[in-house]
C-alpha cells in the first residue's frame, strides 16, 4: 500500500508517483503479453505513458491535502458522559491472554515470559496485572509489579538471573508483598503506540501505575523500583522519569540494563505533575 502523506515534501511525491507510475506501466505490459493479438501502435504508447503519468500523480496529490483540524489529536475517542477506559487488575484468561500477546508484540526479538508460569504467579498473587480496557473489553496497555523473594531478588539485581528464570515461588503473595521493599516493573505497554490514541492511553498507563504503586505498596516510603531498558523507548521513559542506572547491559544475563529509582514523596509528586491527571478520563478497579 502507499504511504499517506500529509504535505509531503518534493521527494516523498516523486517516490509515491513513482511506485504507482511503474505498477500501471507493470499491469499494461502484462496485459500485452497476455492478449499478444493487440495491435499497440507508438501513438498508443505515448497516449498510454501519458495517462498512466497522471493517474500517477493525482494520488499523491490528493493526499498532500492539508488538515484542517487534527482531529484524532483534539478527541481520540467519542466523549461520553462516564469514563469507558478502565485499568483494573486482572486475572481473568482473556485480559491475561491479550496483554500476553501485546507484549510479544511490543518487545520483538524478546522471548516473552511463559504463559503457564504465568498463571500460577498470578494465582499467588492477583494483584500484579493491571490492565487498560477500553469499551470493547480488549486489552489496549497493560504493566506488570513483581515483588521477588529477596534471595531470588538479590541474584536478579546482581544479573545473574533473568525473568525467565522466575518461579512461583519467587513472587510474593499480598501480604508479603506489602512488606518487601524492593519491587519490579517488568513490563508495561500500550497498542498502536504511534497513533494520537495509543499516546493517551500510554501517558494514562504511566498515571495508572503511579496509582497502583501508592494504592498497594504504601509508597512514598523507603521502597525502591527496578526495571530493565530492553527497548530504546523504554530507557529513554526510564530516564525521563529519574530513574538511575544501576547496573550496564553488559554486565548482566539477559543483556539489559537495570534502572532503580527510588519510591520518595519527591519522585511521585514529580512523577505525577509531569502528566495529566487522567481520574476524569478512566477508573481505576483495584483489589
Known amino acids: 500500500m502507499i504511504p499517506r ?3 509531503p515534501p518534493a521527494k516523498a511525491f516523486l517516490v509515491a508517483w513513482g511506485a504507482i507510475f ?4 507493470g499491469l499494461f505490459s502484462s496485459l500485452a503479453q497476455l492478449f499478444p493479438t493487440w495491435e499497440i501502435t507508438l501513438g498508443t504508447s505515448v497516449v498510454l505513458i501519458i495517462v498512466c503519468a497522471l493517474v500517477s500523480a493525482l494520488y499523491p496529490l ?4 492539508p488538515c484542517h483540524l487534527p482531529v484524532e489529536d483534539i478527541l481520540p475517542e467519542e466523549p461520553s458522559a462516564e469514563p469507558h477506559l478502565v485499568v483494573q487488575c486482572c486475572t481473568e484468561e482473556k485480559y491475561v491472554v491479550q496483554s500476553h500477546e501485546l507484549a510479544a508484540r511490543a518487545y520483538p526479538g524478546v522471548a516473552p515470559l511463559d504463559l503457564i508460569e504465568y498463571r500460577q504467579w498470578l494465582r499467588i498473587n492477583p494483584n500484579i496485572l ?4 477500553n469499551r470493547h473489553q480488549e486489552v489496549v496497555g497493560y504493566f506488570d509489579v513483581f515483588p521477588l523473594e529477596p534471595a531470588f531478588f538479590s541474584r536478579f539485581l546482581a544479573g545473574e538471573c533473568t525473568e525467565h528464570d522466575i518461579r512461583a515461588e519467587h513472587i510474593l503473595n499480598p501480604e508479603q508483598a506489602k512488606l ?3 519491587l519490579y516493573l517488568a513490563g508495561i505497554a500500550v497498542r498502536d503506540p504511534e497513533t494520537a490514541l495509543g499516546k493517551k492511553h500510554a501517558s494514562l498507563l504511566i498515571w495508572a501505575l ?3 504503586l501508592l494504592y498497594y505498596y504504601a509508597v512514598p516510603g523507603d521502597k525502591e523500583l ?3 531498558a530492553v527497548t530504546p523507548e523504554g530507557e529513554r521513559l526510564l530516564k525521563r522519569f529519574a530513574f538511575e542506572l ?3 547491559a553488559g554486565a548482566r544475563k539477559d543483556r539489559a540494563a537495570l534502572y532503580r529509582l527510588r519510591l520518595s514523596p519527591q519522585a511521585l509528586t514529580r512523577a505525577l505533575t509531569s502528566i495529566p491527571d487522567w481520574s476524569n478520563a478512566c477508573k481505576l478497579i483495584w483489589r
Not at 22 to 25: E, V
Not at 62 to 65: D, E, G, N, P
Not at 130 to 133: E, K, N, S, T
Open 22 to 25: 511503474s505498477a500501471l506501466i
Open 130 to 133: 493491571a490492565c487498560l480496557i
Open 62 to 65: 490528493l493526499c498532500a491535502r
Open 210 to 212: 503511579i496509582k497502583y
Open 5 to 7: 502523506f500529509q504535505l
Open 246 to 248: 544501576l547496573s550496564p
Open 226 to 228: 527496578y526495571a530493565e
Open 180 to 182: 518487601n521493599k524492593k
